[in-house]
Structures are given as C-alpha cells and as structure tokens.
C-alpha cells in the first residue's frame, strides 16, 4: 500500500528583534508536544503560497503580507511521507497569537532548540540557528 503524501505549508514568522514565533502540536496530533511554525495542509489546487496565507490567518490570526519561501523539505515517516514547504514570513497585518487554543511563544532565533521541534523542522532550525 501506498503512503499519504502530504504537503505542509509552514510560516517562519519573524519579527524586527530576531524573534520566531512558533505554536506548540496538541498532545493528540501526530507528533503532539513538539513546537512547530505554524501553518498546515495544502488543499486541492492550492499553491504553498496560497495555503500558507490560509493556514495562519485560521492558526495565528495574522494577514501575511510579504512571505518569501526559503527551502523545501521531503521527510519520510513510518506511515507517511510528508513535503515541508518553509517560508520567511517578515510581513503581517495583526499580532500572532494561538487561535485555536494552542500554548504560543516568541523566541530569539538563536534560542531555537532543534530537538523541541519534529525530526521534519530539524534541518530548518539548524539553518535558522546558522
């Protein structure tokens, strides 16, 4: 049997202190209790683009108003294999918060902690912390 592919958009939101803004899964979700960039699943006939401007205004209630995308991840799970489409979001309209509930955090990019974040965001925070 084939694996789910799915394509993520997630949003590096930073702010003019150096600080990322990240969300924390639900303790439910697949890979619950680890910190992640907010965003989430492209829809049919979305672009990463398109999802990423959807996913946070639904997540962390912000308007993206500039966002460019900084690098592509494919990881391979167990049951799933995932694509990860990264972008530097340095323009919005509101301020982040957890709209859905979920614990929310601005952290000083050098502060980003890899092993706190899913084995798929690893990479980026390494990248971020370089």
């Known amino acids: ?7 993520i958009a997630a949003g590096i939101i930073k702010n003019s202190n150096d600080e990322i803004f990240i ?12 910190w992640e960039f907010p965003g989430g699943k492209l829809e049919q006939g979305e ?10 205004k639904e997540e962390v209630g912000i308007t993206v108003t500039h966002c460019e995308l900084v690098d592509t991840v494919v990881h391979d799970f167990p049951d799933r294999k995932i694509t990860l489409y990264f972008f530097l979001v340095d323009e919005w309209e509101n301020e982040p918060f957890g709209k859905e509930g979920q614990p929310s ?12 974040f ?13």
Not at 1 to 7: G, P, Y
Not at 47 to 56: D, G, M, S, V, Y
Not at 108 to 113: G, P, T, V
Request: proline fraction near 6%.
């Open 23 to 34: 969300t924390q899964r639900s303790v439910n979700s697949h890979m619950g209790g680890f």
């Open 47 to 56: 672009t990463p683009q398109q999802a990423l401007i959807r996913e946070l």
């Open 105 to 116: 955090r601005w952290v000083l990019r050098s502060e980003l902690i890899a092993d706190e």
């Open 1 to 7: 049997m084939e694996k789910k592919h799915l394509h």
């Open 118 to 130: 899913p084995p798929a965001n690893r990479s980026i925070v390494a990248f971020l912390n370089s």
